[in-house]
């Protein structure tokens, strides 16, 4: 049987990782030693060929890439739990941040994104949301590739000039509602958004890999800056989520994981949460466990996670609380009703007398039962307990197997482009293109070009598709959005609870 030591109590405490996908919580006060904790987690399954997600908000997880320091203690506490291989190592780690400044920039498009999902991140209301949904149609309907907050904003900018002619075909627009999805893109704009929609977008199977010995790579995402703006941050969250849901198959119970996702300081991801939203998250937390993905909360309090999600988390790990005010007590209150009792502990008491690594602790036994809870000493991590240091974070990027996959946008031609060059009538010239082309194409003759010019705008040239292209391109996105994408919307409108406006 595939399992994970997870300490020792008064006898060694597991998690069967065929139980994992279940999901769970870590949880206790600042300094009791939870994140250690979900280190120690995230490098089991990370040596049982399990990838790994985590959302690091402080910083202080990258140590995961660093091998740790040999001390007695260390070793001491190794050899009461019963660990009998304990050494130091680094784990394989792949560093993502979405505005690329810490690690492989993250994005994905606004027609991977779709409107159903879109109108919750631009919190849009049902008519605003209807909107939205005609202006996907258009573009599916014109042919047009939606990208990148340009080519979205070029589209409401087309159907507020088209509005009456649209309104005729799709439905009533209203000038406002129009108005007021203009406004929420530009605020999306401001929190970030730019950085996350556009391409080369994210490919779940990079986030799903291991290494050349079969351990899984340990996906680390800088959220520091990316915890400031809340909305887009919870928004990020539901759409992997969901992406994940959407495109991996039905598994049940696997005999282990396909993927582990680590979500640090949750309550930042439902502080402020709308009730719709809220119940979208709850729907997901539901259905992703049989696809393999178990999702793993992080925070100090277990009632920083609502109580219709957290009824779902099965495998807990409960460090110290402190019951200092109402707020704390009622926090001990809800962490001791939570577990199966055991007849051994009072876990209203012992909860706030644990010290730094230990935790009450109760995992998933066989076919799903929960034990009862173990007052237990967490197994140590074998990583660095700290954050690496730049440099050394910087060579863990170097060394990616990721390589430059990602690092670089990509400007496609899209809906942005070929809208501006219908208002203009000239064709736009492709950015890439070096002042040496320039030179070189200036020193052909005037009559060179105007015999050229012809074939160049059907057959393209080393710089530039030609039109045939163009429109063999355009025509098999729009075959593409119409079939396929229509389908993943109906799919993400289905798992969110929203009919889909076509």
Known sequence: MNTLLIGKGDQQVHLNLKYANRHGLIAGATGTGKTVSLMSLAEG?????????????????????????????????????????????????????????????????????????????????????GILDIVFQL????????????????????????????????????AQSLAAIQRSVLGLERDGGKDFFGEPALQ??????????????INLLAANKLILTPRLYSSFLLWLLSELFENLPEVGDPEKPKLVFFIDEAHLLF?????????????????IRSKGVGVYFCSQFPDDVPGEILGQLGNRIQHALRAYTPRDQKAVKTAAETFVPNPKLVVSEVISQLGVGEALVSMLADKGVPTMVERALIAPPRCRMGPATSEELHQVRAQSPIGGKYDHAINRESAYELLNQRRTGVATSNPTSTASDTANDGQTGQKAEEQGWFSELIFGNKRRQGLAETLSKQAARTVGSQLGKQILRGILGGILGKSSRR
């Not at 502080?271 to 259905?287: A, D, T």
């Open 271 to 287: 502080e402020g949460c709308p009730p719709s939203l809220l119940k979208r998250v709850e729907q997901i937390m539901r259905l």
């Open 139 to 174: 573009a599916d309907d014109q042919g047009l590739l939606l990208l990148d907050l340009d080519d979205l904003r070029a589209m409401l900018a087309l159907v507020a000039e088209e509005r009456k002619d649209v309104s005729a075909k799709y439905g009533l627009i209203s």
């Open 45 to 129: 399954f990370s040596r049982q060929g399990v990838p790994v997600f985590i959302t690091d908000v402080k910083g202080d997880i990258s140590g995961l890439a660093m091998a740790g320091t040999s001390s007695e203690k260390l070793l001491q506490r190794a050899a009461q739990i019963g660990i009998e291989d304990y050494h130091n190592e680094a784990n394989p780690l792949v560093l993502w941040d979405l505005a690329g400044i810490q690690g492989h920039p993250l994005r994905t498009t606004i027609s991977e994104m779709g409107p159903t999902l879109l109108s919750r991140i631009l919190e849009l209301n049902d008519t605003q949301s």
């Open 204 to 217: 779940l199977d990079d986030l799903m890999r291991t290494n050349l010995q079969g351990r899984g790579i």
